[in-house]
């Protein structure tokens, strides 16, 4: 009996030790005004400015609905477009996906279960790296927790019409927030709509229809107005060599360790082992959640509750594995959508293995928070509240301090896409802080202009793209003399060009 004790909270111990660790390094350095890099400068810059600009000029020419720009942009309005305050609506998301899970489990789940879900939940990279990242992930993560609890509790313990009305409701949100939650929503509409036409529930069949159009108008406005009917087809920066890109890129979102294992201990390259891994852990998972309890051995509904959730999970899966053929998409950070139900799956996987051994699953608990953190440690290597992706407000000071040296002019190198006056407003932001006539004044250029440019002058290059030393050459035509800054960051694309006269 003291030995099953001591397992037990030791279990349960190892599991409240990974919550907290997860929520430390999600909240720790948001007080710290470290630089947005280019993705988050998008986002301010799009939320900074005038409704009729934000859509025309950001939202229209990119690959991403508008509801988190909107939302930030209310935020940003009475807190700030700082650093700490835009980060801060982020944080706030993540933790409220963590705490419904919380809430929702104390009543769904045995405290075994519960003590896997969190834990799974709080570690995984996803979680952590994106509570304070200005951009939508978190906000995707805090709806689609909601939208799988829904879904959960519906297809567990039946309809419930307010359950069902605030599925409706958040996951049309969830749809206008990120294409993978547009594509998680329809997955689950689908499912619920096939049921209600089996029982002849025809009034709820009919809502169902009017919620699943209604998400259908942004995203065929967007196609065919915008970003995403231009970058279909291949024109995009994601790659794909087949199904298993997208298994190993699922694997590395949602169970980096397979990743990681055949990386680093194997030397193993390419997709294929992780893949099929992925494939095997998920079989496992599915396994678990089949398994039938005996009966009083957990709480009513856990059962039916959790086998729920494998139906839009997998199905998303599939369904990028095909999508991906024809248009890739995936990338790890995308499949946040999927984290709360992949945690619920080992959550009541861990329950299973802890009937048969409590010893083994808390070997397994433990291994699973420690890698999950430890890779998150491996990867943010360098900290500053966490690590500088690219460092715009180091620029920006170089800029300014040059400027007022010898009066250079100002450039920045400019792409010739859709979003090319987007990125003039993103270019300009953080000069605006420090020397708004400064900010007036930059002016775009391609790198075929170069030559022709008079000097003094400062040559800014937001992202990678172009490689420095082909920009260096272009700028040291007839002999011109040359320095460049390249801040302290984890890239290498986002840096400066003195040339002097």
Request: charged letters at 15%.
């Amino acid at each position: 009996m003291i030995h099953k004790n001591f397992l037990r909270n030791s279990y349960r111990g190892v599991g409240l030790a990974a919550v907290a660790a997860g929520v430390f390094l999600a909240v720790y350095g948001v007080w710290l005004p470290y630089s947005f890099w280019l993705d988050e400068l998008f986002s301010v810059a799009a939320s900074s400015s005038t409704l009729q600009v934000m859509f025309s000029e950001f939202m229209l020419p990119d690959v991403h609905p508008p509801l988190y720009q909107l939302i930030l942009k209310g935020w940003m309005a009475v807190f700030s477009s700082g650093e700490t305050a835009a980060r801060l609506l982020s944080v706030l998301f993540a933790l409220g996906g963590l705490i419904v899970l919380w809430l929702w489990g104390r009543r769904r789940l045995s405290p075994t279960a519960l003590t896997g879900v969190l834990g799974f939940y709080a570690t995984n990279n996803l979680f952590i790296y994106y509570a304070q990242e200005v951009r939508a992930y978190a906000l995707m993560l805090l709806l689609s927790t909601v939208v799988t609890l829904l879904y959960i509790e519906i297809h567990g313990h039946g309809t419930d019409s307010s359950k069902g009305m605030m599925l409706l409701w958040v996951g049309l949100g969830l749809s206008l927030t990120h294409y993978f939650g547009w594509l998680y929503y329809g997955v689950i509409l689908v499912y619920l709509l096939t049921n209600s036409l089996r029982f002849q529930e025809f009034k709820d069949s009919l809502l169902m229809v009017l919620f699943g159009l209604a998400a259908l108008v942004w995203p065929v406005g967007h196609f065919l107005l915008g970003g995403p009917g231009y970058k279909s087809g291949g024109n995009f920066w994601i790659a794909s060599e087949g199904w298993d890109t997208t298994l190993s890129t699922v694997a590395l979102a949602l169970f980096p360790q397979i990743n990681g294992g055949f990386a680093r201990i194997l030397g193993s390259e390419g997709p294929l082992l992780p893949a099929l891994a992925c494939m095997a852990v998920l079989g496992g998972l599915v396994l678990l959640n089949l398994v039938k309890s005996k009966p009083g051995r957990c709480r009513a509904g856990e059962r039916t509750a959790l086998r729920g959730v494998l139906f839009p999970w997998l199905s998303v899966v599939a369904l990028l594995v095909v999508i991906d053929y024809f248009t890739p998409l995936s990338t790890a950070r995308n499949y946040i959508v999927l984290l709360p139900g992949a945690a619920i799956a080992a959550g009541r996987a861990l329950e299973e293995i802890y009937r048969k051994s409590r010893g083994g699953a808390l070997v397994l608990l433990l291994l699973l928070v420690v890698t999950n953190l430890g890779g998150f440690a491996v990867y943010n290597n360098s900290w500053e509240g966490r690590l500088v992706t690219e460092d715009h407000q180091a620029i920006a000071a170089y800029i300014h301090g040059v400027r007022e040296e010898d009066g250079s002019r100002v450039y920045y190198l400019k792409g010739e896409d859709d979003l090319a006056p987007a990125m003039d407003k993103v270019a300009r932001f953080y000069l605006n802080r420090l020397s708004p006539l400064v900010a007036d004044s930059l002016v775009g250029v391609s790198l075929e202009m170069v030559d022709g440019l008079t000097p003094p002058y400062l040559l800014y290059r937001l992202h990678s793209g172009e490689d420095m030393d082909r920009v260096l050459e272009a700028c040291e035509v007839s002999g011109r003399e040359t320095e460049s800054f390249v801040p302290e960051q984890k890239g290498s694309g986002t840096f400066v060009i003195h040339v002097m006269e």
